[in-house]
């Protein structure tokens, strides 16, 4: 791997925030520089920034230049939602809006067209905001669906802290648009080096749903699977993740 320090800009999940790679972070330091953002409406990010999926990746687009200061090597990171997020900021860096990453890293990430996901699901997950933020039977039926096995306990607090400042409004905005949106002719295809990681035991974002929809916008992607891990991926499996980001550290020949 090359032993240059590449700064790695990382985009959480949907109920998530930059606190979920924390653990990440401690794994991979000597080898990224890890910068974690807030999306709008998530952690710190107030909702009033914007939470259709344009408004987070031009949220992210803001931020980048700053966080690079200047022309330094980075791979962007994109978990869950922020995977989609991710990859519409990468097509927006091919177009010239900012430096393009040297690579992307995809965990149990969303496509860029339309998230496979049950109604039924969708409006169970809708139920739970629908009198405001979720509570903690919501927070405990979400977190039970989405991980292959126990988290840890500062994990599994940082979880429920996340889930429980998520804006109801963010929440129902990607449940009700972005997932469904369809940014596949606009993102369109991709050269540029992705590592693309599935949890074996994700049972909406596996890995046939990264090999044949995120797979087909990276074509130089790399695949792998985490056996037994759910979709929480950075939570569950920080030093899994790691492991296989420095063994695969997607990088442009």
């Known amino acids: 791997m090359d032993d240059v320090v590449a700064t790695l800009v990382c985009l959480h999940a949907l109920g998530g925030s930059r606190r979920a790679f924390d653990a990440l972070t401690h794994e991979l330091a000597g080898q990224f520089d890890v910068l974690a953002l807030d999306l709008p409406g998530s952690g710190e990010a107030p909702v009033e920034l914007g939470t259709s999926v344009q408004e987070m990746a031009d949220h992210v687009?803001?931020?980048?230049?700053?966080?690079?200061?200047?022309?330094?090597?980075?791979?962007l990171l994109g978990h869950g939602a922020g995977g989609k997020v991710a990859s519409v900021v990468t097509a927006q860096a091919v177009a010239g809006d900012l430096p393009v990453p040297s690579g992307v890293v995809l965990l149990a990430a969303s496509p860029p067209g339309p998230e496979p996901m049950a109604e039924e699901q969708r409006a169970r997950m809708l139920s739970?905001?629908?009198?405001?933020?979720?509570?903690?039977?919501?927070?405990?039926?979400?977190?039970?669906?989405?991980?292959?096995?126990?988290?840890?306990?500062?994990?599994?607090?940082?979880?429920?802290?996340?889930?429980l400042r998520t804006s109801p409004a963010a929440w129902r905005d990607w449940l009700e648009r972005g997932s469904r949106e369809d940014w596949s002719q606009r993102v369109g295809v991709l050269d540029v080096p992705a590592l693309v990681v599935a949890g074996g035991a994700d049972p909406d974002l596996g890995e046939d749903v990264q090999r044949r929809l995120n797979?087909?916008?990276?074509?130089?992607?790399?695949?792998?699977?985490?056996?037994?891990?759910?979709?929480?991926?950075?939570?569950?499996?920080?030093?899994?993740?790691?492991?296989?980001?420095?063994?695969?550290?997607?990088?442009?020949?």
């Open 215 to 253: 797979g087909a916008v990276y074509p130089r992607a790399t695949f792998r699977t985490l056996a037994g891990a759910g979709h929480l991926l950075p939570l569950e499996r920080p030093r899994e993740v790691a492991a296989v980001l420095r063994a695969s550290r997607p990088a442009r020949t």
């Open 61 to 75: 687009v803001r931020q980048v230049p700053a966080l690079l200061g200047g022309s330094r090597e980075w791979v």
């Open 128 to 163: 739970w905001v629908a009198d405001g933020a979720m509570d903690a039977a919501a927070v405990t039926e979400f977190v039970a669906t989405r991980v292959g096995g126990p988290l840890g306990l500062a994990e599994a607090e940082r979880v429920v802290a996340d889930l």
